[in-house]
């Protein structure tokens, strides 16, 4: 399969924002179906947000507003950009490509291409 990497995350403060980054040296995300997950510490994982090549959006309704995904296809990079963090944002974020993720089937870890994650932890 194709190897996806995130980058971006870390510890940050309650009300400060971050931007995640997710890379491929051998999958190009220009005209591709990508989304974002996150697991958080005993939680199930979470669908975020998706992106399809026709540039139709898709959000988790309890996410909507503080998060935006994005691409750029000159620097082949996926983000997902994250305002107003709060302690319960803390997870594990993957990107994922590759499928059409939506909202209603959750987190589809059996479709498409995933990457190892990126950890953000947010603080008080």
């Known amino acids: 399969g194709f190897h996806l990497v995130e980058s971006g995350g870390g510890s940050v403060q309650a009300g400060g924002s971050l931007t995640l980054s997710c890379t491929s040296s051998?999958?190009?995300?220009?005209?591709?179906?990508v989304a974002w997950f996150r697991q958080g510490p005993g939680n199930e994982c979470q669908f975020v947000s998706s992106m399809f090549s026709d540039g139709d959006q898709y959000y988790s309704e309890s996410l909507k507003g503080r998060f935006t995904i994005s691409q750029d296809s000159a620097k082949n990079t996926v983000y997902l950009q994250i305002r107003d963090l709060k302690p319960e944002d803390t997870a594990v974020y993957y990107c994922?490509?590759?499928?059409?993720?939506?909202?209603?089937?959750?987190?589809?870890?059996?479709?498409?291409?995933w990457g190892q994650g990126t950890q953000v932890t947010v603080s008080l």
């Open positions: 994922a490509a590759g499928w059409r993720y939506i909202p209603q089937r959750g987190c589809e870890r059996n479709v498409g291409f």
């Open positions: 051998d999958f190009v995300f220009a005209n591709q179906d």
